[in-house]
């Protein structure tokens, strides 16, 4: 049995050598995704890039943007396509150096620790000296700077979190503020082998745990939770949060014992919530103006919340938001008024549900890592900043406390992700494109990113090269032996970057003389801790089991036990309700303490008299983000040949559209088409369309997408002067028929392809 692993799950395959005929799940996975049957129908799809392309301009009249993303591509042979762009390094780093190379290269590539396609470019651009890099991620980027100020960083939070065991043990009361979504947690970096967050949702269910969904979608929980559903106006969060803390405070039921101990700030906070700073009390008929919960509902809930054990969590979806930080602060500061951080099934989490990492108890070792190498230089952009950096060279921005200038770059190398998927105002990020003399992408796809390059160059798929892979927290490391040979004239990542690190004089740097099954052997090997079979009994064996120490983790246990001898990692040792360092930093929209700060885009700003709908991009159900959106399983989800866009039956009603009909979603930056699905489970006045269908501007009005991709309609607007993290969730928009004849998608084919240059391969 050979079985494969991708961020989605493990599976078996049935394969004739070039072709997978079958996948089944893994038999070890209790709930198996559907997902697995994307990987087979897309191998082979037409949309694979079959060979290295050079855009016509380019290869022509030699690096500049004009043309980029319009002209078609000239094949062209392997030899000549690495000459070209070896010569091309070349020149820009000799003359301008490291800081004239973008190698953020942010995305999620494949499954599988060698192969990993950002380690690998990154490994490469460190031999010829370093690149400017990325920080952050698109998944984390409020959290990854704010937590470190209140609670802990969010690597040491998502180790730590709580076990889901115990919590479907211990926890009278879940309340989840965007759910604990059985969509996302299909989906874990690196790999997820077993799923179990419907059986763990039940489980505590069946025990009597009660649960209440904060979302504007009913299905953001599992049924199995029978749950409560409250459907606040999206991005209001942070008032109902406010309010509760005022009913906790007001009523007494705050613990001002743990309070006192455990953390600083907190009169300041309250202060804020009881109106002593600027004269509004946030009570809940304050919190009802803005969020539509009836202020009863939000008084009782806080009863509740005070009355067992309970948890709080907040999915990573109400930080992907512009002030996303604050609702994010706020859980952790009504978990700290309840007083159960540290205590089992109670207190604090973020992201169960959003990931199936969270809530996995911590292995007792890391995987293998491939080595990186050392950057020469320390430049660096905040993830989402990628079309500011590219339009505004020489300006400066903060972050976190720093100020900071954009880099010049000149070269943009993108290997394992895709930003016309994952960033905003896709027009804007299309004209920040066309700034660099060269743009160069490996992918296996023929993405919008590819369509948007120079140098196009094919990239096998994971079940096209060995390699072994693991996820993030999950104990199964597992071998996955090729299990076909590429398509067409794909090779590995690996294979490519030593070709050109050869011709750049830095071959032997790159690869230290390694081919990939040497490699393999040797990660392993350096790995290896103690007791863990040899590499080649791992690789016989199929798989291992890396051991879990303590499967009944709780949060902060150790930091309740004795907060002096375990202190947290803030500059206080303590969680910080009111941050000196945040407030120091002087920011209007990330102040010392959180608050409710109204965004540009909800449904109480003015521009929603015109924009009446808030658009929720979140994640899609039926893949990962755009990986393998040709695939027959995210094919089935379509309405109409396009994204579905659910609408309550109401909204529905109000445009005259019924399911199955193609609109037109619009607002001041663009419009995509979509096919309408009409759903009682869609709060009103919201309209959902999932990220992750293809971009596809129509040749005649390139503003309208034509395959309802949301990222034409949202901001690229950081969610603070803090972070400068994503906050592609939320936007507002309108939604009308489409009256005109309908364009058909043309991104389930290859662009225009010239077949000038001699293959030779
Ligand atoms: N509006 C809105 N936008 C969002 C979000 C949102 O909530 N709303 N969410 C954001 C989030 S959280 C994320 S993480 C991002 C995701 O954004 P990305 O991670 O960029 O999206 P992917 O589609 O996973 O892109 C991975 C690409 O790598 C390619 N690939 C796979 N394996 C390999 C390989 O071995 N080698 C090479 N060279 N390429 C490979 C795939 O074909 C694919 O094109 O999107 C963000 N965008
Ligand atoms: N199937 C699938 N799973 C995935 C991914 C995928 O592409 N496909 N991507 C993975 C990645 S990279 C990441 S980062 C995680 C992301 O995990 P999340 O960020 O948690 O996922 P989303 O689907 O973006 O959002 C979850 C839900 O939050 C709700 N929500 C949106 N705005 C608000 C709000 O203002 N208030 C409240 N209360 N709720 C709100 C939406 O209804 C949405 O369905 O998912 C991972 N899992
Ligand atoms: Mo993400």
């Given amino acids: 049995m050979t079985l494969h692993l991708a961020h989605w799950g493990a599976f078996e395959a ?17 709930e198996p995704t559907p997902l697995i049957e994307n990987v087979v129908s897309a191998q082979h799809h037409r949309t694979r890039v079959d060979r290295p392309y050079v855009r016509r301009g380019w290869l022509e009249r030699g690096p500049g943007g004009a043309g980029r993303g319009d002209e078609e591509f000239v094949a062209v042979s392997w030899e000549r396509a ?45 031999c010829l000296g370093g690149y400017v890099r990325s920080v952050n991620s698109y998944s984390l980027g409020a959290a990854e700077v704010l937590l470190p100020h209140v609670i802990g960083g969010m690597g040491w939070l998502e180790r730590a979190s709580t076990a889901k065991s115990v919590i479907a043990e211990h926890t009278d009361l879940v309340v989840a503020f965007g759910g604990i979504s059985p969509k996302n947690s299909v989906v874990g ?44 106006r999206p991005g209001t969060d942070a008032a109902l949060m406010a309010a509760l803390a005022q009913v906790l405070d007001a009523e007494g039921l705050a613990d001002r014992a743990f309070l006192d101990r455990y953390t600083v700030g907190y009169e300041r906070f309250i202060a804020y919530v009881r109106g002593d700073s600027d004269g509004v009390v946030k009570s809940p008929e304050w919190a009802e103006a803005i969020t539509e919960v009836p202020a009863a509902r939000i008084r009782e809930l806080a009863r509740e919340m005070a009355a067992g054990r309970t948890l709080i969590t907040v999915s990573w979806s109400l930080q992907r938001a512009r002030h996303g930080e604050q609702p994010l602060w706020l859980g952790v500061v009504l978990a700290a008024m309840l007083g159960q951080i540290g205590l089992p099934g109670g207190g604090f989490g973020h992201g169960y549900g959003s990931t199936a990492a969270v809530g996995e108890p911590a292995r007792a070792h890391s995987v293998p890592r491939f080595p990186q190498g050392r950057n020469g230089i320390d430049r660096f952009i905040p993830v989402a900043r990628i079309a500011d950096m590219l339009l505004c060279p020489g300006e400066s921005f903060d972050y976190d406390g720093r100020r900071l200038r954009y880099p010049d770059v000149e070269l943009v190398y993108w290997c394992g992700g895709n930003p016309f998927h994952h960033h905003q ?37 994971s079940v096209e090269r ?52 040497q490699w393999l052997r040797h990660l392993y090997e350096q790995w290896r801790p103690a007791g863990v079979p040899g590499f080649d009994e791992f690789w ?21 036990a004795d907060p002096d001898a375990a202190p947290l990692s803030t500059p206080s040792g303590r969680i910080e309700i009111f941050s000196e360092v945040v407030a120091g930093f002087g920011y209007a929209d990330c102040p010392g303490h959180p608050v409710w ?20 991009a979140n ?7 755009s990986q393998l959106d040709v695939g027959a399983h995210s094919r089935a989800a379509k309405v109409a040949g396009r994204e579905a866009l659910r609408l309550h039956p109401s909204e529905a009603a109000a445009r005259g559209v019924s399911t199955g009909d193609v609109v037109r979603v619009f607002n001041d930056r663009g419009a995509c088409l979509a096919g309408v699905l009409v759903d009682e489970a869609v709060r009103p006045g919201v309209a959902q369309l999932s990220t992750g269908s293809w971009y596809d501007p129509d040749p005649a009005d390139p503003s309208l997408c034509r395959h309802g991709n949301p990222n034409v309609l949202t901001a690229d607007r950081a969610a603070s002067s803090l972070s400068q993290g994503c906050s592609g969730q939320l936007a507002l928009v309108q939604v009308e028929r489409y009256a005109g004849v309908l364009p058909e998608v043309s991104v389930d084919r290859p662009p225009a392809l010239s077949a000038c240059g001699a293959p030779d391969s």
């Avoid at 070209?84 to 942010?106: H, K, N």
């Avoid at 016989?540 to 309740?560: H, K, N, W």
């Fill in 14 to 30: 049935e394969s004739d050598g070039y072709r997978l005929t079958a996948v089944r799940p893994w038999a070890g996975d209790p």
């Fill in 82 to 126: 690495l000459d070209l762009l070896a010569a091309e390094l070349g020149r820009v780093y000799r003359e301008r150096g490291p800081e004239g190379v973008f190698g953020g290269s942010y995305g999620w590539a494949s499954a599988g620790r060698f192969h990993h396609a950002q380690g690998q470019l990154h490994r490469f651009l460190n």
């Fill in 189 to 232: 970096v690196g790999g997820a082998a077993r799923h179990d967050t419907v059986s763990w949702v039940g489980r505590a269910r069946a025990r009597g745990c009660r649960f209440v969904s904060i979302s504007p979608l009913r299905d953001d929980i599992p049924e199995q939770a029978q749950a409560e559903w409250i459907a606040p």
């Fill in 425 to 461: 105002d896709l027009a804007r990020l299309r004209s920040a494109f066309t700034r660099p003399a060269t743009v160069v992408v490996h992918d296996a796809f023929w993405t919008a990113t590819a369509r948007h390059a120079d140098i196009v160059l094919p990239a096998t798929m």
């Fill in 466 to 517: 060995e390699d072994f892979g693991a996820g993030q927290a999950d104990p199964l490391l597992l071998a996955m032996p090729a299990l076909t040979r590429p398509h067409g004239g794909a090779r590995d990542d690996y294979v490519i970057f030593a070709e050109l690190a050869e011709r750049l004089g830095v071959g032997k740097d790159f690869t230290e003389g390694r081919d990939t099954g």
């Fill in 540 to 560: 016989r064996r199929g798989s291992l089991e890396i051991a879990v120490p303590d499967r009944e983790q709780v949060l902060c246990a150790d930091f309740r």
């Fill in 597 to 616: 700060l109204a965004p540009e885009e909800w449904l109480g700003a003015p521009a929603a008299q015109r924009l009446p709908l808030q658009l929720v």
């Fill in 619 to 625: 994640q899609p159900r039926a893949k990962l983000h």
